[in-house]
């Protein structure tokens, strides 16, 4: 069945409402960047990968993770310094390469470039997000929390294991699924939205406690 109007205004709100924080961190002066919008944010990590210089990839990179563990308390700072002090000249170079050729690279294709703290889905995805949120969006295990109130929707096709995402072939796969699902979201009910405009929708309907809502959303549309 199509969603109905409540189910619409619920996931318009939930767009408007995202509200992730977007830390940033500008490693030429070692200081937080605050107070960014989050086309702001996306813009700055975007042209951070997409740079000819490798040490801005890098910094994108790191920007990434930073991101990704804003919520986490000391944590960002951590992973962020594992990644920068054993990530390899070689290993940025061909990640730039792989970003300048391909947009929206697989997500196979980025984890076998074997980058420090981007082995599994939910990271790996955030690359590509940022790569190209118009077509991408992210997957982690908050997302995969519809899935056990709907088992039959466009998540079944990963496959988890007891702590993670594991970046293979079929997760590779199921990925574009997934974002195929959301672009198909958008065009149908909210057709100004991106495809992670509607992931950030059901990320935040699941951090307000509604993963059923979100799952109906998912399931219905």
Partial sequence: MPLDTLQVNKLTDAVKGYAFPTAHFDFSTQTPVVGLSMTELETRIQQQLLNSSVSQVKNGLSNVLYWGFAQMGGLAS???????????????????????????????????????????????????????????????????????????????????????IPTSIVNSNAYEAWCDRLSHIAQTYLPSARVVDIERGLFQMIQSGDVAGAAGILKGA
């Fill in 78 to 164: 951590v992973r962020v310094e594992r990644f920068r002090s054993t990530v390899t000249e070689a290993q940025l170079e061909q990640a730039s390469e792989l970003f300048a050729k391909h947009r929206r690279p697989a997500l196979y294709d980025i984890a076998r470039l074997k980058l420090p703290q981007f082995s599994k889905v939910s990271f790996v995805s955030k690359i590509r997000m940022y790569l190209d949120p118009v077509e991408s969006a992210t997957l982690d295990r908050q997302i995969m929390q519809m899935h056990q109130v709907h088992s039959d929707t466009v998540l079944a096709a990963f496959k988890e294991d007891a702590t993670s």
